[in-house]
């Protein structure tokens, strides 16, 4: 099969656009997800009455229902509610209504696997609870939990090829639309693997590399 390079070369700058936006959404999704999956850690540890309830349906909400369905919701059901968002707005907080979920699960890997000696020492020195989850259980609960939450981030990259459903144009949005316009299946599809390759795998090798780095009760070494 030949290659059509013209093509290619024609439609780089739509994929330059999608990838930039792919890598914002999924920036600020992954961030957000993380802050919701500490959080809801935190509450499930200390086992906070009313609020631990809330977060056990958050997440099992979250984990059991597709993205799809999240981002069809907030873009078109919130608007009978009168409630009108932008396509980024609502792909940013679907992707981390569901990102969080799963942070949470894998900090709380992380948080059940200290070691409970450490937890009744930190409290017999007189160590408040905001002090013991800041000083001795979170460093080192993400530490043990970096291998999962590595994963989530990558499984966030790659869901943002969904946000195409609200009207975005993603990098699978362009592929699509290139395909339906010129019929270049190969060259539009051999170009959107390249873009998600430039895209993830630096930041798996760079995981990578920061699992090795920061180890379970093997730092300095």
């Known amino acids: 099969m030949n290659m059509d390079w013209q093509f290619i070369i024609k439609s780089l700058p739509l994929y330059e656009k999608a990838t930039w936006l792919t890598l914002k959404l999924a ?19 200390f086992k906070i009455k009313i609020i631990k309830t809330i ?26 509610l009168g409630i009108k968002m932008s396509e980024s707005t609502c792909a940013i907080i679907g992707l981390s209504f569901l990102g969080g979920s799963y942070m949470a699960e894998a900090f709380r890997s992380g948080i059940e696997a200290v070691n409970k000696s450490q937890i009744e020492s930190g409290l017999s020195i007189g160590l408040s609870k905001v002090q013991l989850a800041r000083y001795v259980i979170i460093p080192q609960a993400f530490s043990v939990s970096l291998p999962s939450l590595g994963a989530n981030c990558i499984f966030l990259l790659k869901e943002t090829s969904i946000v195409g459903a609200i009207a ?10 290139l395909i339906g316009m010129y019929y270049k299946t190969f060259e539009s599809l051999s170009m959107l693997v390249v873009a998600y390759l430039i895209i993830l795998l630096p930041i798996s090798i760079f995981l990578s590399w920061l699992e090795r780095r920061v180890r379970y009760a093997e730092f300095g070494n």
């Open 168 to 177: 975005l144009i993603d990098l699978m949005n362009v592929a699509k639309d």
């Open 27 to 45: 920036f600020i999704s992954i961030l957000l997800s993380l802050l919701i999956g500490l959080l809801c850690s935190v509450v499930m540890y």
């Open 55 to 80: 977060t056990q349906g958050y997440i099992e909400l979250s984990r059991n229902t597709p993205l799809l369905i999240q981002l069809y919701f907030l873009y078109y059901g919130f608007t009978k």
